[in-house]
């Protein structure tokens, strides 16, 4: 007797997630039921995949209780309690409006903004607190591509150019 029994259609949309999902928590839960529907035991599913027997039941009882969905919102994971992204959305804008300015000119002894200056004047302008990495990953959604700022210059020796034979 197998713990689970899929249907015809249920398995080949879970073989199709299989080949076509980019979700690896999905793949993962449609490997362990077309695993169970061949009649591999739990005990096995979860060692073969390095998680616990209860967690494999979990996956099999969400299954079977999300009946009303789609196969692919059975497998995905629920929404989840927790604190909400505060700054992603909001912060762009602001970031965008101010990093072609010279910190300089709004009263930072700065030439160039780093991620930490930038914490300083979204607290300082907007009373909005967040993390150097909210402001790295929304430099990155904005495509703005920067360096650290170099504390020593690099300065060229009158003859370099004969070193890189010029």
């Not at 007797?1 to 449609?30: C, G, W």
């Not at 362990?32 to 591999?40: F, K, V």
């Not at 604190?83 to 602001?94: E, F, H, N, Q, Y």
Request: proline share 3%; hydrophobic share 40%; net charge positive.
């Amino acid at each position: 007797m197998t713990y689970l029994e899929l249907n015809s259609k249920e398995r080949y949309l879970l073989e199709r997630i299989l080949s076509d999902s980019l979700d690896a928590r999905q793949v993962l839960r449609a490997y362990a039921l077309i695993w169970l529907d061949e009649g591999d035991l739990v005990e096995e599913i979860a060692q073969r995949l390095s998680l616990s027997r209860q967690t494999i039941y979990n996956w099999v009882m969400r299954f079977q209780q999300r009946q009303d969905l789609d196969l692919s919102a059975r497998l995905a994971d629920a929404p989840r309690i927790g604190r909400p992204c505060t700054a992603k959305g909001i912060i762009d804008s602001l970031i965008e409006e101010v990093i072609d300015t010279d910190p300089r000119d709004i009263g930072y002894g700065s030439t160039v903004w780093t991620a930490s200056l930038l914490v300083a004047y979204l607290h300082a302008e907007y009373k909005i607190k967040v993390s150097t990495d909210s402001v790295s990953l929304a430099l990155a959604r904005l495509k703005i591509r920067w360096k650290r700022p170099r504390h020593h210059l690099a300065l060229r020796p009158d003859t370099w150019r004969q070193a890189k034979g010029g």
